[in-house]
């Protein structure tokens, strides 16, 4: 267990902007990781094996994109029992986001809304922290995604140079390649899911995979990660499109547009995804829509409004193979990592 227990530290994060509460942490876990002061946050991994998409996770609870965008603190995130950790969404070229106040809270609902826009350091200085990672290289079991996006000033009809360039960039360094093609902060991304752009988008993928598993003697799994606001028929095309280009999983999902379960609440309105407990069913239908449009086999990771084990289990019996968790983190502390691995090993 961590020597310190978030229900202290929380009171103090959320006394400050969300936004200034998030740099906090983050910069903190970057400066204490490999150092004594990680004992603060560490917990034991839970042991729960299972292989997807060729990848051996060490248990079914990852740390989602979107905390960690510039990987830098991997290692940290890591020591909480994660059994896979995903960074990004990193983009080409660094860029500063959108304008702020750009994170709110929602606490009588455990949600967050979010506008930042893949703020990030660029492709460069993102390989370069992802080296700097020393958790794998010691023989711990850990399973690394790197999540790639466009940059907001690339025209949407470009859009898929920007993502070649990324999978490029992050290839032989990923255990898995997530593809965002889904988050509502930057302009007109979430066409990409429509039928055409899609097919096209990951046909170039698909090919450029080819080229670099050729050259590099290793092939990578690539991951789509799709959006809550879709209906079944959406749901069902997209299905179809990530098995006829080889795509090896997908990722339900990111934040939501809907604001159905949180009218009348303070900062409801304001533009972004919404994440955390309101996202929790829109999540669970598409996971359900996927596997029942993908059949068994086809790896599913579940993400949305986790913010307890039992939600965890859930997601699981929904048809996720294994769940990520990002704002629960936030709401419920570190100790929601072991709470989730356990209460899914449960349902074995």
């Not at 990193?90 to 930042?116: D, E, S």
């Not at 660029?122 to 958790?135: H, P, Q, R, W, Y």
Request: hydrophobic share 45%.
């Amino acid at each position: 267990m961590s020597l310190i227990p978030y229900a202290l530290v929380r009171p103090f994060l959320f006394g400050m902007d969300p936004e200034a509460a998030h740099d906090f942490t983050m910069n903190t876990l970057a400066k204490g990781q490999g150092t004594p002061l990680q004992l603060a946050w560490s917990a034991p991994m839970v042991h729960d094996p299972i292989t997807l998409a060729g990848l051996p996770f060490p248990n079914r609870v990852g740390m989602a994109a979107g905390l960690d965008k510039n990987a830098r603190c991997i290692d940290a995130l890591a020591a909480m029992g994660f059994g896979f950790v995903e960074v990004g969404t990193v983009t080409p070229k660094g860029q500063p986001g959108n304008p702020k106040p750009r994170m709110f809270r929602l606490p009588a609902a455990q949600g967050l809304i979010n506008r930042l826009g893949f703020n990030n350091d660029g492709l460069e200085a993102f390989i370069a922290n992802v080296k700097k990672s020393t958790v794998r290289a010691q023989g711990k079991p850990l399973l690394l995604g790197l999540n790639i996006g466009k940059n907001a000033a690339t025209p949407i009809e470009d859009a898929t140079n920007d993502y070649l360039i990324c999978l490029e960039g992050v290839y032989p360094h990923a255990d898995y390649v997530t593809v965002n093609i889904s988050s509502p902060n930057t302009k007109n991304l979430r066409a990409l899911q429509s039928d055409e752009a899609l097919d096209a988008l990951l046909g170039a993928i698909a090919a450029k995979r080819e080229t670099l598993a050729a050259a590099q003697g290793r092939r990578v799994p690539i991951f789509v990660k799709i959006a809550p606001d879709l209906d079944e028929a959406q749901v069902q095309v997209i299905a179809a499109t990530l098995q006829r280009h080889g795509m090896d999983g997908v990722i339900a999902t990111n934040t939501t547009l809907s604001r159905e379960a949180v009218q009348g609440l303070p900062h409801a309105e304001e533009a972004g995804g919404l994440s955390g407990a309101p996202a929790f069913e829109a999540s669970n239908q598409v996971i359900r829509q996927l596997r029942a449009a993908l059949g068994p086999g086809y790896p599913i990771i579940g993400v949305g409004g986790i913010m307890s084990g039992e939600d965890a289990a859930a997601k699981i019996r929904a048809g996720a193979d294994v769940v990520q968790i990002y704002s629960g983190l936030i709401y419920a502390g570190p100790g929601l990592v072991s709470d989730a691995a356990k209460a899914i090993r449960a349902l074995r």
